[in-house]
T-cell receptor, first 119, second 113 residues
Framework: NAGVTQTPKFQVLKTGQSMTLQCAQD?????MYWYRQDPGMGLRLIYY???????DKGEVPNGYNVSRLNKREFSLRLESAAPSQTSVYFC??????????????????FGDGTRLSIL | AQSVAQPEDQVNVAEGNPLTVKCTYS??????LFWYVQYPNRGLQFLLK??????LVKGSYGFEAEFNKSQTSFHLKKPSALVSDSALYFC???????????FGRGTSLIVHP
């Protein structure tokens, strides 16, 4: 049961380098998300994709770009890495929420994270 | 707007004792509430959710949570803590019609042998 797979698991970059974090899910979920986790700050949403073909900014999008390559894959790109982007990055996916009174929201499924250090 | 607060950064409890991890929320409509657990070097794992119905929700690993609308709270509980319950716990809230849940800052639960 793969669920949500993130690659790489660890990465060290120098300031100014670029990098793409990969995420793939095998649950046929419509929605995908990128978060960063920093000590004492919980999870902060960077970008999300409600469905294939759409992407939207979250709480902290500056310095990042995303691509929803297909229904399975959602990548996060750092164009010019900065030390402030040192963090643990999590990808998640979920069923699309129903905008009706039935609304049985399904939980998000998370990958195990990418630990990124920028020197 | 939606928000969630976990007022305790850390909770310490002895093995075998009951545990409570607190969560309060604010939403404009009906809340949809979740608890997740994170073990070291892993992603978040879903524990339980409240959508509607009974105020006491039962979830994985013997955890339960009590929804209290008047106090806008959704505290996580377990009758008898295990050392293996030691982890980081996140509460999340989602307003109906929102794609995006808001997570609390997390509470570190430490269960002492």
């Amino acid at each position: 049961n793969a669920g949500v797979t993130q690659t790489p698991k660890f990465q060290v970059l120098k300031t100014g380098q670029s990098m793409t974090l990969q995420c793939a899910q095998d649950m046929n979920h419509n929605s995908m998300y990128w978060y960063r986790q920093d000590p004492g700050m919980g999870l902060r949403l960077i970008y999300y994709s409600a469905s294939e073909g759409t992407t939207d900014k979250g709480e902290v999008p500056n310095g990042y770009n995303v691509s929803r390559l297909n229904k399975r894959e959602f990548s996060l790109r750092l164009e010019s890495a900065a030390p402030s982007q040192t963090s643990v990055y999590f990808c998640a996916s979920s069923e699309a929420p129903l905008l009706t009174t039935q609304g049985d929201f399904q939980p998000q499924h998370f990958g195990d994270g990418t630990r990124l250090s920028i020197l | 707007a939606q928000s969630v607060a976990q007022p305790e950064d850390q909770v310490n409890v002895a093995e075998g004792n009951p545990l409570t991890v607190k969560c309060t929320y604010s939403v404009s409509g009906n809340p949809y509430l979740f608890w997740y657990v994170q073990y070291p070097n892993r992603g978040l794992q879903f524990l339980l959710k409240y959508i509607t119905g009974d105020n006491l929700v039962k979830g994985s690993y013997g955890f339960e949570a009590e929804f209290n609308k008047s106090q806008t709270s959704f505290h996580l509980k377990k009758p008898s803590a295990l050392v293996s319950d030691s982890a980081l716990y996140f509460c999340a809230v989602r307003d109906m019609g929102s794609y995006i849940p808001t997570f609390g800052r997390g509470t570190s639960l430490i269960v002492h042998p």
